[in-house]
């Protein structure tokens, strides 16, 4: 499936753009008390240009799943290492069944902000060895990768400013059975840095502006009874508008954060019930 994106914007205004949002991101450690305070009475709607889903996206479970979760994230972001675990929880409930399929884009959080700091230095390379782990491997191996990567790879925070040591890089391809050599010289070429920055872009162009975020790409417009979760959502998890909201076809449910699985799973359950 491919459309034309409307209006795309350069790599260069990306990087501006990325620049003043850098520091953008949102975690939830747990799911707030529900409250009894009114909802806002509608859910908000807005045009989503997300790049379509194609045989190039790594993708795990099934490509024609009725719900599709098409992730942009950054191995070096601390929130990103909360919402892994949270989407492997929600692949082994929902991905057998090839109910939900999870795809993986690249956001490097790596473009210096307005006074030349850069958020996480190692974004890019380490989401270029994605790429080359699965240039090597095939799509197992980059899941296999992939987990491993998140697993190991401590928060850029104060406490570890470095994050990883990217030595450790053909480490993890070895222990998930990926020719070292091959990743190795793979990863020294550069050969998919133009991958990971078009990939960016496109991120940028679907209204990312922070990491983890996600798009719940459905297979038909989501019922009332969707709009109507996603309102209520604004309440019970204490979220605003912005980090939770629906396109205007209603076949795109975009979420900014690393969010609760209960709000996932609740969304996906009202998805399947489609009334």
Known sequence: ???????????????????????????????????????????????????PITAADHILG???????????????????????????EIMSQYGASGDVAWIYRHYPLDKPDQ??????????????SLECAADVGGNDKFWAFEKMLYEKTPSVTGATPEGLDQKQLPVI????GIDTTKFNACLSSGKFKDTVEKEFLSGVNAGVSGT???????????????????????????????????????????????MPKELITGLITTIQGGK
């Open 1 to 51: 499936m491919e459309t034309k994106q409307t209006s795309p914007l350069s790599l260069s205004a990306a990087i501006v753009i990325a620049g003043a949002i850098i520091a953008v991101a949102i975690i939830w450690n747990k799911s707030p008390a529900p409250t009894t305070a009114a909802a806002p009475t509608n859910t908000q709607t807005i045009k989503i240009n997300l790049s």
């Open 212 to 258: 983890p975020s996600s798009f719940f790409v459905l297979s038909k417009p989501a019922s009332k009874s969707v709009t109507d979760f996603i309102t209520n959502a604004y309440v019970t998890y204490r979220i605003s508008q912005d980090l939770l909201y629906i396109a205007d076809d209603k076949k795109i449910i975009s979420m900014s954060g690393a």
């Open 115 to 128: 006074n030349g700091n850069i958020l996480h230095k190692n974004a890019n390379n380490e989401a270029q």
């Open 173 to 176: 391809a070895k222990a998930v």
């Open 62 to 88: 099934n490509p024609n799943a009725q719900i599709r979760v098409v992730e942009y994230s950054d191995s070096s972001c601390p929130y990103c290492k909360t919402f892994n675990p949270t989407m492997e």
